[in-house]
């Protein structure tokens, strides 16, 4: 199992930053690939970014340019910096941890919310 906890959530004006940051433990050398996704109210969780064991990134479009992933594998951590939030981007974020197996494992942060308001 892999245990998550998400920090850094909060309430930021438009066009201001947070960077989140998501801790994993448990089994943690299966994991292959980290990622943050969002889901807003009346919507469905959607993914953000994603980030590789081996370091590959993929982001979605709507945050392409203002979201950076990064891993920390020494502190076991993958974090979330967000530039130019908009109000668009307020939702509650996950931390999402897939394992090797088969089969293939997801596990999830309790989540952290992200308000952008002015």
């Known amino acids: 199992q892999v245990q998550l906890v998400e920090s850094g959530g909060g309430l930021v004006q438009p066009g201001g930053s947070l960077r989140l940051s998501c801790v994993a433990s448990g089994s943690i050398l299966s994991i292959f690939r980290l990622g943050w996704y969002r889901q807003a109210p009346g919507k469905e969780r959607e993914l953000v970014a994603s980030?590789?064991?081996?370091?590959?990134?993929n982001y979605e479009n709507f945050v392409k340019g203002r979201f950076t992933i990064t891993k920390d594998d020494a502190k076991n951590t993958v974090y979330l910096q967000m530039n130019g939030l908009k109000p668009d981007d307020t939702a509650v974020y996950f931390c999402n941890a897939e394992t090797l197996g088969p089969p293939i494992e997801a596990h999830w942060g309790q989540g952290t919310q992200v308000t952008v308001s002015a």
């Open positions: 980030i590789t064991s081996g370091g590959d990134t």
